[in-house]
């Protein structure tokens, strides 16, 4: 058997990139999934038994836009040990469907970001392992950055 994990990385070769979270589709147009009530039409990204709107428990997955507005956010300061801050985190909401996630690539100001701000769907590699595989994360960028 070989040893796969003390062989050298080949730049030339793609790398396999891995979501963070399951509804975090990647591929040439990376996206959110939300998994739709069938009775209501209530989102979620989690799995759920059943709809905390009507109580279906019917879901079928959705793509959700990957453009959206800002609807609350704030700029944390302060965070755990290890935690690089500022970040803020926001709501973003993509035609009807609330998304928690930071806004990224952009200087975290009130200057900067605010309530009604137009954002889009960006990923970001927050690590690598021994293979090189890339772990992907996603966040909201302003539209234009």
Request: hydrophobic share 45%; with cysteine; proline share 8%.
């Amino acid at each position: 058997m070989t040893d796969l994990s003390a062989a050298p990385i080949d730049e030339a070769m793609p790398t396999a990139q891995i979501p963070i979270v399951d509804y975090l589709e990647l591929g040439e147009r990376p996206h959110l999934r939300a998994r739709e009530c069938t009775a209501c039409g209530a989102r979620y990204f989690d799995r759920r038994n059943g709809c905390a709107r009507c109580f279906g428990t019917e879901f079928h997955p959705v793509d959700v836009l990957d453009q959206g507005i800002v609807t609350a956010f704030t700029i944390v300061a302060v965070a755990a040990p290890g935690v690089k801050v500022p970040f803020v985190p926001a709501v973003v909401d993509c035609d009807g469907t609330k998304v928690r996630a930071n806004i990224i690539n952009v200087e975290p100001t009130p200057d900067n970001i605010h309530v009604g701000m137009r954002v889009r769907l960006a990923t970001h590699v927050l690590g690598r392992d021994e293979a090189g595989a890339e772990a992907v994360g996603f966040g909201f960028e302003p539209v234009g950055a």
